[in-house]
């Protein structure tokens, strides 16, 4: 019964997402019904207790990534530099590689360090004009930036800096370049095989005459300077995103150390408040990176930006909020029902596969789809079954570095259920519904998904590492 009540409540917020309701109502509404099924007691100290710590924690850990991203990409657009770079890219590779351009341009942030959500917020604006100019449909625009940012970038390419290729190593002592081999391979896996069907929605729609679409929301507004900046030009701000978040990331713990603490004056004493610096420092890097970039297109577009500068920043404000409450929701949400019996339920079924990668690749893959979150899902698999894991895997000759790597591909397959909080985020900053374009989201997903059988697969025909 316990195990019902939990699938009854994902399946609840799934439909309610779908339909296009709001999740920051619904998901508390989702979680608390499970509450109450399982013991009405609780309802109101997990409410408070549990599903409210974990949204504000989240909302004061990342609210300013989200603010700067969307003022970051909101001046991207209003300075013209989107539409200088998109007319460069048509010119370069033509308006029939489009998709292939924006998955490109994705992939180059998040690999550089740049957080998913940023890469949304600062692409999209580049997105829906190379899109319009091509005459490709709107709606193909989300499961193009769920290809680019969403899956080989963020888990599977050794080296990469996305949270998902970094949990892993703490639990296998390991590092973010495991598995480089198997890494590669199923990231080229799922670029092909995801461009592929991409690319086969795009000549469908153009079969039946559909353009890029009217009646749209959220539309980036038309440039309305005299004439485009030089694309170099252009482009700079986002290398400087890349450039300062690198550098940032290695200053930033030189600087501060493990730990930096601070009295602060107030009439009476105080306690000192500590900051651990080591779980700071990534956020801390991605904020700096941000404010380098918006004063960068401030600086180098100043009559365009400060002309709509306040008109803009709110629109970039309400969007901020909406996208981080969405997701908030979706944290506090999972961590309600992760403390459910019947999470517990399903995690130790898990552990009943016989073979240790295939058993590491379903657990972590579906604990994040039932929590919504790749990291989060990953990390409570991780936390209840990494010893078993590694034993297993010990006694099968499997290296570390394999585990690291299944583990970190299969967070990012089902984790984007239409409840996952990215999802929603993307979906509402682009102006589409999930019933517009879920669809080649949940298509993305299922390669991505498929990609970490074929790494398995391919290590047991190999050996490779």
Known sequence: MSLLIVLAALAFLMLVAYRGYSVILFAPIAALGAVLLTDPALVAPMFTGLFMEKMVGFLKLYF???LLGAVFGKLIEISG???SIVAATIRVVGAQRAIFSIVLVCAVLTYGGVSLFVVV????????????QSDIPKRL???????????FTMDALPGTPQIQNIIPSSFFATSGWAAPVLGILGGIFILIVGMTYLESRRRKAARAGEGYGDNLLNEPAPFAGERLAHPLLAILPLILVGVANFLFTRWIPELYGETQSFVPSVIGSAEPIVQNVSRLAAIWA??????????????LAWRPVIASFAEGTKNA????????MNTASEYGFGAVIAALPGFLAVATALQAIPNPLVNEAISVTALAGITGSASGGMS???????????????AAGIPMEVLHRVAAMASGGMDTLPHNGAVIT?????????????????AITIIKTLSVFVVISLFYLTGWV
Request: no cysteine; charged share 10%.
């Open 64 to 66: 300013p990534v989200f």
């Open 81 to 83: 530099f989107s539409k």
């Open 121 to 132: 917020f600062a692409v999209y604006p580049f997105a829906a004009e190379l899109f319009r």
């Open 141 to 151: 625009i989300p499961g193009t930036i769920a290809l680019g940012a969403f899956t």
């Open 286 to 299: 991605v904020l700096g990176a941000l404010l380098v970039g918006i004063l960068s297109v401030i600086a």
């Open 317 to 324: 404000i309400g969007g901020a909020l909406l996208a981080s």
């Open 380 to 394: 409570i698999a991780l936390a209840a079954m990494a010893d078993s894991f590694i034993a297993n895997a010990n």
């Open 426 to 442: 993307l979906l509402a900053v682009t102006g589409l519904s999930h019933r517009q374009s879920y669809r080649d989201i949940f």
